[in-house]
């Protein structure tokens, strides 16, 4: 396996972004890979918030969630999937599936012994995420879940505007993620723009960009399909834990009829918080989720 691993140089002096890296590069089952995560607040916290970010982005999606949970006194943990972020990424499209992204973050949670976490999801982060508790160690680890836009992969035919989104990184291999972003969320600098550039110096780096649209489970053979229906039952019959869920009504393919479709699945869910101004990606909006999650879920500070 080829692998890339972008320079710290390129994650210098980020906007918004003063948090210190930290690897594992044991993880069971990726000999030779590095993985980064960012781990903030006290080690020994009651509670985890555990964020998974989705696609052509990494942790720097988080930054304005991190320290309102941190004030909250927990514990946070936000990787990067690998071919994302500052995580090592494998130059071959083929190296990446389903299964290689949900072991992934199996193993870390395992690594790191987390529990009470809380499950803070988002596109990919969300399609992989959701899927964890099928895992009964995973299970056992988890306390309350915060999502936002995105869904289950259970081979449901896709609409125009992702088959649109997936036509266009097919035809665009080398598709500049900043620019992207950029266009997703308008309320962006030019140096926050800049920064979800930084992991992909070049082609080389963009394999697991490339490689996410092709992965969304569209028909029923594809990998990911028997385990995200598992885990749809699960969180229709068997989930007991608090919810809180936040909308970006302006996402044109995940947004709010893909939420509330997710909402009613959801044993318990509440009704979702609805921001009106906020696109696909959510997160940008974060301190406003993340107060008004914290409130919800009865943190103090």
Known sequence: MITHRTPDS????????AFLPNYVEDLPGYPGL???????????AKRVFLCLHGEPSWCYLYRKMIPLFVASGARVIAPDFFGFGRSDKPE?????????HRNTILRLVEQLDLSNITLVVQDWGGLIGLTLPVDAG???RLQRLLIMNTALGLGAAPSEGFLAWKAYVAANPDFPVG??????????????????????????FKAGVRRFPEMVMINPAMDGVAVSR???RFWREDWRGPTFMAIGMKDPVLGPDVMRKMAALIQGCPP??????????????????????????????
């Open 10 to 17: 390129r994650f210098a002096d980020l906007p918004g972004y």
């Open 138 to 140: 995973f299970r056992a």
């Open 34 to 44: 590095r993985l980064h995560y960012l781990d903030e607040g006290p080690r020994d």
């Open 92 to 100: 071959a499209d083929a190296d990446y599936n389903f299964d290689f």
């Open 179 to 204: 620019a992207l972003m950029g266009r997703a969320e308008p309320t962006l600098t030019p140096a926050e723009i800049a920064a979800y550039d930084a992991p992909f110096p070049d082609i080389r």
């Open 272 to 301: 979702p918080m609805e921001l009106a101004e906020a696109g696909h990606f959510v997160q940008e909006h974060g301190d406003i989720v993340a107060a008004a999650a914290l409130k919800a879920f009865g943190d103090q500070p």
């Open 230 to 232: 598992e885990a749809a």
